[in-house]
């Protein structure tokens, strides 16, 4: 506050709180109340020049030989000497403060009568000398005097009472001539001298307000004051800043200001090297960032300055002020993170990941950098925000997010692209069997179970990757090739890494199509459905039918389900065509004999949706089908989000009165959990565990007997898929199935085959079959290229044996059609078909292959 209390003086260099002292207040009537006690104490401060002015007179009056005076006169004179000394040594301590006014103001009037008496009895005989004296003795006393007529007119009116009563005389009636005068200046002058008062108190008064702001603003901690010497150490600086850096009050002073401020660094920036370039040129300044000196927490200040030089252009220092910049900073800091993290995860965002692998694909020096970019998708997550809710996804995204930073850990970024998606970005040439090892692991740690909420949650991830430069060498080419790749990975079954090849751009773009040919025929009733029988294994009569949905391709021909109905889930089409497989299925059924119920598959998503037993209801309702004769089959996979919208949804459909059935038992993530609670009537054994299930030394018959065992405890059905000789017809029906569906008893057939199926056999059904089980055959998934006539087909292989396989693709293929099938690269078999049903197929290879070395051998181009 020194710097603002230093410029609180008028321009004479009278204190400016002169006033204040006096106690006056703002009113005019209070200040002329206080005038009269002012002007005396500034004559008082005037009166040892006003002493000095007597004297002079004395002096000269003395010398001249008109002089009168005498002893009278002297003792006179001896007396106002006496009280003039007196008015100049009154004490000045603390302790005559309030009394030192009212003595001088009493001691004046009596030393002005005084003086101005002894000087009159000289009037009668030198007042023509006294005149020109007193002239300038006044004038050399208004000069010193700051023009204060209003004091001086007290001691020329004490020098001039006696005259004023010879006025007839000429030096009487030009000393009345002079009071006269002199009256009207001193009221001119006591006017201006009142309106200068005033506005003097009135400056006071706004300084003192401005005082008391400065102060409440240095103690609120917002800002602070400081100043230095020419040195540069510390003159003044605020108490609060003291405070902050733990240090007494004064105990900064002397200091270099340069102390309390951390040096610069690179990282923190140069705003104290660009202040001391400042301090030494003797430049003025403006916020300034500088990072303080102190202990613990990091705290930033803005500091702004400016150089004081006196009048003569010597510099004296500098004078500034400073705030505490920590908040602004730290929420400049917050804004960045979310510029450059996920909010959610904290993981890198999209933003920086896509910097990151823009600076990678650069590289150095002119060449080109490398790279490889993993596009991580997962799998089931829509389910678990369906039926959990969005909390329980978000918190599902965060350990999704802490298990691939373990995972990955210092070997690359990790970011979240954006919903379910996430990417991994390597720097430097990565190894593929090392890439693929590490995209396994990501697989295995996020596949393990998560607990959201009390509930257990399964979901999975599919990894696509792509490298720089080898395909792309632009951010957009890489990412564009590893979601390729990615797609490729749920394409084969999700749950497993791809790398990208260049054929997959075919592959995408087929997809495509793929899908914008389903989407129209699902608009223009392209789809059908085709019903398997399902026959009680002790009566051999129908007891319903499974709907099964196929699609007759305008041009590509019969399309199997395995192809488009990924493509349904990926594109949010599954849900449509189910309600229209739900409402199309109850109008057939309701056209079958009485008792014969119809199968219908629920997704996952469908199952999810809690307007699935609406949708269920409507379809009943609108068919006019008994609810006892629906059945809806749902797999393993609902159960992965075990909780109790799951339970809950169970509780609605059977509340409606369908059947429920537990579809490819002990393929997926078998758990005898949730058969205890789960309402089911049936349980359906998959057709991997019935074919080949009658060869001596297979275990699937034992694996049959266990699960059928389960069922009759429970109280459920048992229906064994997959049925196709008669030795697996006799053998189910040995271990106690007691339904059973399968080629054996008659393929899918369309609504109209099966109203005349009913009308001219009724419900009785003849098993048509080979006797006995072929070779053991391995169920595969494995996509490959088949040729013949110059043309280049595209298949997939569902089972294998060392002789013959099945395959899936081709439709109505004549019989004994010759084919060179590329099992993978460099093993190419000739095969012939053997029989052909829409669009599968049995091929008999002209010699045996070795099923071993095809399991491990890489994949065909077509694959």
Request: charged share 20%; proline share 4%; with cysteine.
């Amino acid at each position: 506050m020194a710097l603002v209390r230093s410029t609180l003086s008028d321009p004479q260099g009278h204190p400016a709180n002169l006033m204040v002292s006096l106690g006056l207040a703002e009113s005019g009537t209070e200040v002329s109340a206080t005038w009269i006690s002012a002007t005396f104490a500034h004559v008082a401060a005037l009166w040892p020049l006003l002493l000095l002015a007597k004297l002079c007179v004395a002096a000269l009056l003395g010398m001249q030989p008109f002089s009168t005076g005498g002893s009278d006169q002297g003792l006179m004179l001896a007396a106002v000497v006496v009280i003039d000394g007196l008015l100049i040594i009154v004490p000045r301590g603390a302790a005559f403060r309030t009394l030192r006014p009212h003595i001088q103001n009493w001691l004046i009037l009596p030393a002005m009568f005084l003086s101005g008496f002894a000087f009159s009895l000289w009037l009668g005989q030198g007042s023509a000398a006294l005149l020109p004296s007193l002239a300038i003795a006044l004038l050399a006393v208004c000069v010193v005097g700051d023009r204060r007529l209003l004091g001086l007119s007290y001691f020329l009116g004490a020098l001039c009472v006696p005259a004023v009563g010879d006025a007839s005389t000429i030096q009487g009636g030009l000393v009345v001539s002079c009071v006269a005068v002199m009256a009207i200046a001193t009221l001119r002058q006591a006017t201006a001298d009142r309106e200068r008062a005033i506005g003097q108190h009135q400056q006071d008064l706004k300084a003192q307000r401005s005082d008391r702001l400065l102060q409440e603003y240095e103690q609120s901690g917002r800002g602070w004051f400081w100043e230095t010497d020419r040195q540069g150490c510390l003159a003044y600086i605020s108490d609060t800043l003291e405070q902050q850096l733990g240090m007494a009050s004064g105990g900064l002073a002397g200091q270099p200001i340069t102390d309390i401020i951390q040096p610069g660094d690179r990282q923190h920036g140069d705003g104290e090297r660009t202040l001391g370039f400042h301090l030494s040129a003797r430049t003025g300044f403006a916020d300034i960032a500088v990072r303080a000196a102190v202990a613990g927490d990091e705290r930033w200040w803005s500091i702004s300055g400016q150089p004081v030089f006196n009048e003569y252009g010597q510099f004296h220092g500098f004078r500034g002020s400073g705030m505490d910049l920590t908040e602004m900073r730290r929420s400049q800091a917050e804004v960045t993170r979310l510029a450059q993290y996920d909010s959610l995860t904290g993981l890198a965002n999209r933003v920086q990941m896509l910097q990151a692998l823009e600076q990678a694909v650069v590289g150095t020096r002119g060449k080109q950098g490398e790279c490889a970019l993993m596009m991580l998708d997962l799998d089931r997550f829509k389910s678990v925000n369906d039926t959990l809710g969005h909390p329980a996804g978000d918190a599902l995204l965060r350990q999704v997010s802490q298990r691939l930073q373990r995972v990955v850990g210092n070997q690359g970024l990790v970011g979240r692209q954006g919903g379910d998606e996430f990417k991994v970005l390597l720097h430097g040439r990565q190894d593929p069997g090392k890439l693929g090892l590490l995209a396994q692991a990501i697989i295995s740690a996020i596949s393990q179970p998560y607990s959201i909420e009390g509930t257990a949650v399964v979901i999975g991830v599919s990894v696509g990757i792509s490298f720089c430069p080898d395909d792309g060498v632009t951010a957009d080419a890489l990412i564009r090739n590893a979601d390729l790749a990615l797609y490729k990975a749920k394409g084969d079954g999700r749950g497993v890494y791809r790398f990208y090849s260049a054929d997959m751009h075919a592959d995408a773009e087929d997809r495509r199509q793929l899908e914008q040919d389903l989407r129209h025929a699902l608009a223009s009733d392209g789809l059908h459905l085709a019903y398997q029988p399902v026959v009680c294994s002790r009566t051999e009569r129908v007891t319903g039918y499974e709907a099964l949905l196929r699609w007759d391709h305008p041009t590509r021909g019969g399309i199997s389900p395995s192809l488009f109905v990924p493509v349904a889930e990926d594109s949010g089409l599954i849900g449509p065509i189910g309600e229209w497989v739900m409402r199309t299925a109850c109008r057939d059924a309701a056209q079958w004999a009485e008792g014969i119920r119809v199968a219908i598959n629920v997704s996952p998503t469908q199952f999810a949706n809690p307007g699935f037993p609406t949708t269920v209801m409507q379809a009943l309702a609108g068919a006019q089908l008994a609810a006892e004769r629906l059945e809806l089959e749902i797999t393993e996979s609902v159960f992965l989000n075990d909780n109790a919208g799951t339970d809950a949804m169970f509780t609605r459909l059977k509340a409606l009165g369908v059947r429920l059935a537990l579809d490819d038992f002990g393929t997926g993530y078998s758990s005898l959990g949730y058969l205890k609670k789960a309402p089911f009537d049936k349980i359906k054994i998959d057709q991997s565990f019935v074919r080949g299930a009658a060869i001596k030394g297979s275990r699937n018959s034992a694996i049959i007997r266990a699960i059928v065992s389960l069922a009759e405890a429970l109280g459920m059905d048992t229906t064994a898929e997959g049925a196709e000789t008669q030795d697996e017809l006799d053998l189910i029906r040995q271990l106690g199935c007691s339904h059973i569906q399968g080629y054996i008893y008659g393929r899918p057939m369309p609504a109209a085959q099966v109203l005349e199926a009913q009308r001219i056999n009724g419900t009785v059904v003849r098993p048509e079959g080979f006797q006995s089980s072929r070779p053991e055959r391995k169920t595969m998934l494995r996509t490959v290229a088949i040729h013949h006539d110059g043309h280049v087909y595209t298949g997939r292989v569902r089972n294998i044996s060392a002789t013959g396989a099945m395959i899936e693709g081709l439709w109505n293929v004549p019989q004994g059609t010759l084919f060179a099938i590329e099992l993978s690269e460099g093993q190419t078999v000739n095969a012939t078909a053997r029989w052909s049903k829409e669009d599968r197929m049995g091929v008999e290879f002209a010699g045996a292959i070795d099923l071993a070395a095809l399991r491990h051998a890489p994949r065909s181009l077509a694959s």
